[in-house]
């Protein structure tokens, strides 16, 4: 089977164990947005189940697949620069004082979209104009599927670009041919202006040999944005990611024990609690996993607040040949104010080869959201 290769990100904008995919930064078309609706609230619990007003819009719909066959080609080589320390915390303010509450809108996507091959041929899934002036946070909750249409593993990538982003790098992982449907997150940060106000959902598909329309984003998959209160010291959110604290050469060595990939402390204003999210790429030197209907070793990640486990996700790694990719995501809703010493843990079963998350191999981002209790 042949490795599946993706572009490195540009500089710019038993066990429990964790899981990361290879990070691509994706150009962004301005020609292509998809019907999706929107619903939206006033977040008083902004979880992915949380219940939102009845005021809809809508997205008028334009086409949703591309015929491109631009193709991956770069070597998913990997840097010789390895840590097994925690990133740093990149925080926005979350000041005291009489601040706006965090409100959100959900946008749904009403249409299939077949995705094109290789990261010049990127549709947007999702092109929202929006409102809001200010930082936001976006989340992009996508149903994946094989079409069956040939029987090569794909791999798929999406980035999520909010406004003027300042946080927004793609993430992916594979795809075997006949495999029910999966569903994959991405984060995204930014701010939200006159010159730009869209949120904007880039993805592509790769593989060798790469075959447009091999993969499809499902009807139903979702964009939550999350406004904050532009007045300074009201922004009511924090992150901090890999890449934007180690750079894009460095990678993290996952441990086959839980060990923190990420550290955020935080201090939960009062009247709210905290909106906890995650997404973490762990890719193996070499996949353990190389024939579809064989997979047995897995990836874990976990949110933790002071050592106490608040979520945990583990999956098999999807099959591939070469270098393997995985994406998992965290949320949790965290109440009580004050402060709080949040950590993204990760953890590989994998013991034949090295997982790592950074440099050529995708990112790892948290994030807290300050909501109404």
């Known amino acids: 089977m042949p490795l599946l290769v993706r572009f490195r990100p540009q500089g710019a904008c038993g066990l429990l164990l964790i899981a990361s995919a290879c990070a691509a930064g994706s150009p962004t078309s301005d020609t292509t947005a998809n019907s999706s609706t929107s619903t939206m609230s006033a977040t008083a619990a902004a979880t992915t189940d949380a219940t939102t007003a009845s005021a809809t819009t809508s997205v008028a719909p334009t086409t949703s697949s591309s015929t491109s066959t631009t193709s991956t080609t770069s070597d998913a080589s990997t840097s010789d620069a390895t840590s097994t320390t925690p990133a740093g915390t990149t925080a926005i303010t979350t000041g005291p004082g009489e601040c706006a509450p965090v409100t959100s809108e959900t946008f749904t ?37 094989h079409t069956q249409s040939v029987p090569e593993i794909h791999f798929w990538n999406a980035t999520v670009l909010v406004g003027e982003s300042e946080y927004g790098f793609g993430i992916g992982d594979d795809l075997c041919s006949g495999y029910q449907p999966v569903t994959k997150q991405n984060l995204g940060y930014g701010l939200l202006t006159d010159a730009s106000d869209r949120v904007k959902v880039p993805m592509y598909q790769g593989s060798a040999p790469c075959t447009d329309g091999a993969l499809a984003v499902r ?40 060990s923190p990939i990420l550290a955020l402390p935080i201090d939960t204003p009062p009247g709210t609690q905290a909106l906890l999210m995650s997404v973490v790429e762990g890719s193996p030197d070499t996949n353990p996993n190389a024939v579809c209907g064989a997979e047995t070793q897995t990836l874990v990640s976990q949110l933790r607040d002071g050592g106490a486990v608040l979520h945990q996700a583990e999956m098999l790694l999807p099959a591939s040949g070469g270098q393997g990719h995985l994406v998992l995501a965290n949320e949790a809703l965290l109440p009580g104010a004050g402060p709080h010493a949040i950590d993204l843990a990760v953890g590989a079963n994998v013991f034949d080869s090295a997982v790592r998350t950074g440099g050529c191999c995708g990112d790892a981002a948290l994030f807290a959201v300050f909501v109404p209790e």
């Not at 299939?112 to 989340?139: K, S």
């Not at 999350?226 to 894009?248: I, K, L, N």
Request: with cysteine.
């Open 219 to 258: 009807a139903g998959s979702t964009l939550t944005v999350w406004y904050a209160d532009p007045t300074p010291g009201c922004e009511r959110v924090a992150y901090t990611s890999w890449y934007a604290t180690q750079g894009f050469e460095a990678t993290y060595v996952w441990q086959t024990m839980m």
């Open 109 to 145: 996507l009403t249409q299939d979209v077949l995705l094109a091959c290789g990261a010049m041929a990127a549709v947007d899934v999702f092109d929202v104009p929006l409102r809001h002036r200010g930082p936001a946070v976006a989340r992009a909750t996508l149903t994946i599927e």
